[in-house]
């Protein structure tokens, strides 16, 4: 599991049960296809029944995106902190110093991931795919000012962080339509609408990947 608390530029895995992890819950979820989501929540952060309302929804997301890419077997680590631990994590791997809603770490990426949580030896039959992180903070901020529940609109942000494990991006506007078709098809598919809407101004992109839906695309 990471240090929560690391020195800048040293997240390193720890053992999991290292005093520093206690401000965190650890926990795994198991999808219907037997894919693994391990996770980190920061009790300050993010209140025990978000994480409970949202284990239904990433699940669905995860086989959904996984099955139509053909792949079984997979595990993900994620990350559910403040905005302090994505800043600190996007000034760190990205150079950026600031808050943002959702961070991917492809394993093919590095070899040494920004967070690898190591849930039990099983893990280690697995294709471990990458690390995601969601800062609480901005995603009910995004969603209060977008007029869509939270739930939603984190549930979204976990299908976008999983696609770019994968190896999708938003560089290019044809690949930022071919990621958003496929996001709002999978979101669909478990009942939550269409995060972009209609509007694909170029004007509205930011020039970090805070994204405040359904009025605005991600941005690199």
Known sequence: MIDPNPEPDSLTQIDADDDAISGYDGMQWITPDKHH??????????????????????????????????MTRCTVSLLLCSDDKIRQLNHDHRGKNKATNVLSFPSQDDDNMAFYIAVDADDQNREEIGDIAIAYETCVREAEESGISTHDHVTHLFGHGVLHLLGYDHETDADANEMEMLESSLLAAIGIANPYGDIEDEETRDDNATNKMPMTRFSS
């Open 37 to 70: 989501i391990d996770i980190l929540s920061d009790q300050n952060g993010w209140p025990a029944e978000a994480s409970d309302h949202m284990k239904a929804c990433f699940c669905q997301m995860l086989d959904a995106t996984l099955a139509a890419h053909d």
